[in-house]
């Protein structure tokens, strides 16, 4: 990081002006004024054509059970209902495993493995009477043994759903046995809903010849594309996968939107008329994976100066009935359970434990965040056992650049800006100050109780399976000289297709009315990745560039011939294109160009450089680079009832070149609230019988606008271009700051750490809702917080 960074601050405004040296730019998002006025489309806002059938699950009612019998002579007879259809009535593949272990049907027929596992679909003239017809099957199972979580899963000696990890480094068993002090402990982790505005939906219209065209709220068109077509046993080119815009993904529409799509397609191709699948939320929440609850054990060495000798982890996860993407989720965990922390000897392992509960999936840090919870857990044992202020212990971890700087993984950091950062927003929040008046408060508060913690943010980018790396755009430029560009990624309110129109005005020298952006679909770039990892800009904005770039090269080289000047001096400027001393309108260059016969069309491609990874030997480099940043969070807790308040939140966040920074600080803004409501507020709860007790929003708490910090200071740190040659030296910025919601938790902590003086570590388990809050401040005030 260069000398002299500054901030920059989230009072920017969303306007047309050049800011951070011209590189980037704060234009509002693409849709929007469209969102305000309500006129923004998405799927059931489409016109629903004359025919159109309507779609209900019927859901199973056990957790694990052999399906004995299954009489749906009521529900065809019930009003309305055109068609019932059963696994028997799938065509294809009854399969949509997105990582092809076939351990995922999309309609369950001998077995049912979780409780709300979709065994039929009824389709009727309107969703009511689909609704009220899938209530009247009647269905008689033989009960088998269910699993419901971690404890069980080990002692019945679970199968895994995926291959056990270990990333090592080093001899951390050795280094432990002689380390100068050494702890143990156990943290569990709380799942997450996605909780998107817009639940799972698909809308399915049958062509000819076979064709299908589903408008799916995807995340992952072409694997929507794939699956479609495996389960209707056609060739892909039949099927055709068109998103416009979700209303929310957070990474629940990655693989989770298939089976909507899927099951819409089929009864489409099953009867000829256009069907329709949107499921109700107590369905969805029912129905859908979450993210991944963890129980992590840890085994830590140190110095008396708080430095870390060695570290064993064992991270062990809920993961469900099935594969989904519970791997390379759980694999993700271990590449972040040293977040911004360099562990001489090392060895963490995995534990992917199948489980008779919603097959768990992506979700918005895809496993990062639980492994980062462990580290900062670890940093704080140190800093409670040594009386060290937990600051210090994190400042003396850090990696380093020239040394201290190998991951667990065995790639080197080149990177490291954790040691500067760090300290920059200690000062510019003032925490060393406001930390000893918050321990001057809480030795005089016999009720409310403060607290403050700071805490980094290393984030690995890029896709671990390496082929999703890559990208494909489609750009046309028009004789009037508008542009339509078309790439690969979804929006579901992130901005990037935002951002991509902001690459082709760059390079074109045009303003927001000239560029358009056309619905994703498959039949235009083909054979896309999922927008995911927090890779949608990275890749397609490379991809959209490069598309770009051949049209320039062959308008550059076109204009040169024609005005009888140099090709270097033709450029695309706001004010149009220049030939040496002449200044001509966009337009009239395309319009010739035409005339000329030089295409003004072109697929743009992209793959990510440098990286690899082996799964079985837990080496390699899997990420491209890291985004980093720090927060500081200040809470405050009433001991009477357990509820707690963010006073103040302050955020230094790494973009690199911001490609928008209105739209990044919003990204870090709303990151950095549901990190902190995974970690405070939302809570899954399935009783015995393996039911999900929280499937509404009645009875599962998002973070509300009364949760948001009462100060809240977000900053993006300039003059810190990715070292990287991605998309004009930006970076990534969807996951990264969900991270730092984990200062809260820490926070949180803190406060509960006054209660005996600060002589122990809490030991709090997540999510902190009041009552864990609660049942933590009784443990502490009978003395039975562990000791170090």
Same mark, same amino acid.
């Given at each position: ?77 019930? %009003? #309305?209902? *055109?068609? &019932?259809?059963?696994? /028997?009535?799938? =065509?294809? @593949?009854? $399969? ?112 000819? %010849? #076979?064709? *299908?065209? &589903?408008?799916?709220? /995807?995340?992952? =068109?072409? @694997?929507? $594309? ?563």
């Amino acid at each position: 990081m260069a000398d002299g960074n500054s901030f920059a601050s989230s009072a920017t405004t969303a306007d047309n002006g050049i800011v951070a040296g011209g590189a980037s730019r704060s234009l509002r998002h693409e849709s929007a004024a469209m969102h305000v006025q309500g006129s923004a489309s998405y799927i059931d806002d489409l016109p629903e054509p004359r025919g159109t059938l309507h779609l209900v699950p019927g859901l199973s009612a056990r957790a694990h059970a052999r399906v004995l019998s299954m009489d749906l002579e009521p529900v065809r007879q019930a %009003e #309305g209902v *055109v068609g &019932v259809y059963t696994a /028997t009535d799938i =065509p294809g @593949e009854n $399969q949509i495993s997105a990582v092809g272990k076939g351990d995922e049907p999309l309609l369950a027929s001998d077995l049912v493995s979780f409780y709300g596992q979709p065994l039929f679909v009824v389709a009727a003239t309107t969703r009511g009477a689909a609704r009220r017809a899938a209530r009247l099957a009647r269905i008689e199972y033989e009960e088998l043994p269910a699993i419901l979580d971690v404890a069980q899963a080990r002692e019945a000696g679970s199968p895994m759903v995926w291959r056990q990890m270990e990333m090592k480094r080093g001899d951390a068993v050795g280094a432990l046995e002689h380390a100068p002090r050494r702890l143990s402990g156990r943290i569990t982790v709380g799942g997450q809903e996605h909780f998107y505005l817009e639940g799972q939906i698909a809308f399915a219209r049958p062509g000819e %010849e #076979g064709e *299908v065209h &589903v408008i799916s709220s /995807t995340q992952h =068109p072409t @694997e929507t $594309q794939h699956m479609i077509a495996h389960v209707l046993d056609r060739p892909a080119n039949l099927v055709t996968t068109e998103i416009r815009r979700m209303g929310g993904g957070f990474g629940g529409k990655e693989t989770q939107a298939n089976t909507c799509a899927c099951l819409a397609a089929l009864v489409a191709d099953l009867t000829g008329r256009p069907a329709k699948m949107r499921l109700d939320r107590d369905d969805d929440m029912t129905m859908t994976g979450k993210r991944h609850d963890f129980v992590i054990d840890y085994d830590v060495g140190f110095t008396d100066e708080g430095r870390i000798v060695a570290v064993d982890m064992v991270l062990a996860a809920r993961c469900g009935w099935s594969a989904d993407l519970s791997g390379p989720v759980i694999d993700r965990a271990l590449f972040h359970a040293d977040n911004a922390y360099f562990y001489p000897d090392v060895r963490l392992r995995s534990e992917p434990l199948r489980t008779n509960t919603q097959s768990n999936t992506a979700y918005r840090g895809f496993g990062g965040p639980q492994g980062v919870v462990a580290a900062e857990r670890v940093i704080d044992e140190i800093a409670f056992a040594t009386g060290l202020d937990p600051l210090e212990v994190r400042l003396r971890n850090v990696y380093g650049t020239l040394d201290r700087n190998v991951t667990p993984y065995n790639m080197v950091v080149e990177d490291s800006i954790s040691a500067e950062l760090v300290p920059q927003l200690a000062r510019r929040c003032d925490y060393a100050r406001r930390r000893d008046a918050i321990r001057a408060f809480n030795a005089s508060s016999p009720y409310l109780r403060r607290g403050i913690a700071l805490t980094p943010v290393k984030f690995g980018i890029s896709f671990t399976a390496t082929h999703y790396n890559q990208a494909g755009a489609l750009v046309h430029v028009y004789t009037d000289g508008s542009v339509q560009v078309n790439h690969g990624g979804t929006e579901m309110g992130q901005g990037l297709h935002t951002k991509m129109v902001q690459v082709a005005m760059r390079e074109f020298g045009l303003s927001t009315d000239q560029v358009r952006i056309t619905a994703t679909t498959t039949g235009k770039v083909p054979n896309t990745s999922a927008t995911a990892a927090s890779s949608g800009a990275d890749l397609n904005g490379m991809a959209v560039l490069d598309a770009v770039r051949r049209i320039k090269r062959r308008l550059v080289a076109f204009a040169a011939a024609h005005w009888n000047v140099g090709e270097d001096a033709v450029r695309f400027l706001p004010d149009g294109v220049h030939l040496g001393e002449k200044v001509i309108p966009f337009s009239h260059l395309t319009r010739q160009a035409y005339f000329a016969r030089v295409s003004l069309s072109a697929n743009g491609f992209y793959k990510t450089p440098k990286i690899s990874w082996n799964g079985e030997t837990g080496q390699g480099r899997p990420f491209y680079y890291f985004a980093y940043g720090a927060s500081c969070s200040e809470v405050v807790i009433d001991l009477l009832t357990g509820e707690t308040k963010i006073d103040r939140v302050d955020i230094l966040h790494d973009a690199g070149q911001s490609l928008n920074p209105a739209l990044d600080i919003g990204q870090v803004e709303g990151g950095f609230v549901q990190g902190a409501g995974w970690l405070t507020c939302e809570e899954l709860v399935w009783d015995r019988a393996g039911r999900l007790r929280t499937h509404a929003p009645s009875t599962y708490k998002i973070p509300a606008c009364s949760d948001r910090p009462r100060i809240f200071n977000v900053n993006l740190l300039e003059n810190a271009p990715n070292r990287e040659q991605t998309i004009f030296r930006s970076k990534a910025v969807g996951e990264p700051p969900f991270v730092h919601g984990v200062s809260v938790f820490m926070a949180i902590s803190d406060a509960l750490a006054s209660l005996d003086g600060y002589r122990t570590c809490p030991r709090l388990d997540a999510p902190a809702t009041p009552e864990m809050i609660l049942r933590t401040v009784e443990r502490i005030r009978h003395g039975n917080a562990p000791s170090t």
